[in-house]
């Protein structure tokens, strides 16, 4: 069995590593070229890999996590939510489907389950991973119940299915190097936990404000 583990291990960092590699060039690569369109797939298929081998590897026998596993879930989220919004570009569109409906409830589903699991153990004085599962949950809290709002607005606000793609990219990249530093580099603080989402957040607002003004016919170009 551990050595089982083992392999699962080494694949799941593999993959990882290799989103982080395409992410970090994903980002620095001119939006809507060729190169970049490639580069992210390259991150999506990695990173949903990674993730999904983190699933089984948290739920196997003594290596039980259920922190890492909703982490998972969330990253895997990210993933499809991220590349799920490229399909409301444009006029083809005209409602979201089953598909985002399910992504987006699965992982609204999963936050609330962290956000009171984190609550619970601040209120038992527990300790443990409890700030980090209020964090986490509400976060994607926020980002699901921000997906609801735009399945119905869609139609009205044409960049939005830019900002969604930009955050959920975005913050999969986060989680990928939040993984490197955390299981990486070995650093177990909560700030290595939490900061890579707080200069992450900053960015997505930066690209927000960008994007704002940017007419929706030259984002269908690209």
Known sequence: METLVKILIYIHALFGGLGLISGIASIGI??????????????????????????????????????????????????????????FRGDSKHSADTID?????????????????????????????????????????????KDFYTFRVFKEKKNAWLSSHIGRMVAALIASITAFMV??????????????????????TYWNRKIKGVPSLALAKN
């Open 30 to 87: 001119k939006k809507g070229s060729k190169l970049h369109k490639n580069s992210g797939k390259a991150f999506s298929y990695s990173m949903f890999i990674s993730s999904l081998v983190s699933l089984v590897i948290a739920r196997m026998p003594g290596h039980e996590n259920l922190f890492l596993f909703l982490i998972g879930v969330f990253t895997i989220y990210l993933v499809l939510a991220g590349n799920r919004a490229l399909t």
């Open 101 to 145: 409906k399910t992504i987006s409830g699965t992982m609204l589903g999963a936050s609330v389950v962290m956000l009171l699991t984190g609550i619970y153990q601040l209120t038992m004085h527990r300790g443990g991973n409890a700030v980090l599962f209020v964090f986490f949950g509400g976060f994607g809290l926020y980002m699901t119940l």
């Open 183 to 204: 299981a990486g580099l070995h650093i177990q603080t909560l700030m290595a936990w939490m900061l890579p989402s707080v200069i992450g957040t900053i960015y997505i």
